[in-house]
């Protein structure tokens, strides 16, 4: 990693996967170097202006000021300076707060980003129904509080912010009776960082080693591999269940050892990338789907060192049983299992009402 400092705050407001309704996703994000009265990106929806006012009274200074030590804000204005939302799906552990505060949001109209079919499920909610029509696509529709502005995975970046730009990935949440299901993953960059920082955050994933007809996650990491660790030093990726969780009861999730054996195709695009930027040759012409078996894993050794990686999305149990909660337990499993791998990358625990800097 460079030597110019973060590029980026973020605070936690919620970052479990349910059923506890307190503490669902939800980040709220701003250039390290600016003050959060100057915008704010909310990255995910799930819970915000209420569980955020229960963490204020916990901690009033959770988003001290530059300016001021003794600066406080209150749940609502801190929801005023938000300038966009960044929704990676329209599930309602990813959305419930967005729908159920945007009559009363303060501030300028504020975007919501995210794929078509994202958006197009946020129609079937703003309907006049299940909530009052909030949102349009028109940019001259003042009256309504929310623009719908989509991303399109074109391999370009979109400027979202004043100096953030992100680039979208799809990647697969499951299959409904419907069909596949769309997630997506994040690739959001500080153009004004002299090095142009950024990290990776997931939605909610499916391992590819369950959709190999249609593998989505392998695109993220052969983006990614090039810019691990100088430029791309942090992922925030779910791990829903502890480990022994049977495949077919995923849900479209991860659990420990998918985690980890996700993260070794990460290591061995990133060993390719290193080969033919030296000279080495360049990377096997592969389906998407392969595998590559002649990366060893002395090879892979290290590889991700300097990483840090945050699980988000765990799911807590709905009784309480014997032992550590289950987001202690899961970090800890991922923990162990990429410690054996001896990949090198430090693995974190996303929690409520974090303040976190990279």
Not at 149 to 167: A, C, M, R
Request: proline share 6%.
């Amino acid at each position: 990693m460079d030597d110019y400092g973060p590029a980026f705050a973020l605070v936690c407001v919620g970052s479990g996967g349910g059923p506890l309704e307190s503490d669902l996703s939800g980040y709220l994000l701003k250039p390290y170097k600016e003050e959060w009265d100057a915008g704010i990106i909310a990255l995910e929806a799930g819970s915000g202006q209420g569980t955020l006012h229960r963490l204020l009274q916990q901690e009033p200074d959770l988003f001290k000021t530059q300016r001021s030590a003794t600066q406080t804000y209150s749940a609502s204005e801190i929801y005023t300076f938000v300038r966009c939302f960044l929704i990676t799906h329209a599930h309602l552990d990813h959305i419930s707060s967005l729908v159920i505060s945007t009559g009363s949001f303060g501030g300028p109209r504020k975007r919501v980003y995210g794929h078509k079919e994202m958006l197009e499920d946020l129609e079937g909610i703003y309907n006049w129904r299940a909530w009052p029509n909030l949102a349009s696509y028109d940019e001259n529709d003042e009256d309504f509080k929310l623009l719908y502005s989509p991303l399109v995975p074109n391999g370009k970046y979109h400027t979202v912010f004043p100096d953030i730009s992100v680039q979208i990935v799809p990647i697969n949440h499951g299959t409904t009776d419907v069909g596949p299901y769309s997630s997506s993953a994040f690739f959001i960059r500080s153009d004004s960082h002299p090095s142009k920082r950024e990290f990776l955050f997931f939605g909610d994933v499916e391992p590819d080693s369950i959709t190999s007809a249609t593998p989505k996650i392998i695109d993220v990491w052969r983006k990614a591999a090039p810019m691990i660790p100088n430029t791309l030093s942090t992922i925030f990726i779910e791990c829903s269940w502890p480990s022994g969780r049977p495949d077919d009861m995923l849900h479209g999730h991860l659990s420990p050892e998918h985690l980890r054996d996700e993260l070794v195709v990460l290591a061995t695009e990133i060993y390719h990338s290193r080969r033919s930027s030296s000279g080495g040759g360049s990377r096997p012409k592969r389906k998407r789907q392969k595998r590559n078996p002649s990366v060893s894993a002395d090879e892979l050794r290290g590889l991700l060192t300097g990483v840090r990686i945050y699980i988000i999305h765990c799911k807590e149990q709905s009784t309480q049983v014997e032992g550590p909660p289950t987001r202690e337990l899961i970090v800890g499993q991922v923990r162990a299992l990429v410690q054996t791998a001896g990949l090198g990358a430090e693995i974190l625990s996303a929690e409520q009402g974090m303040y976190i800097t990279f």
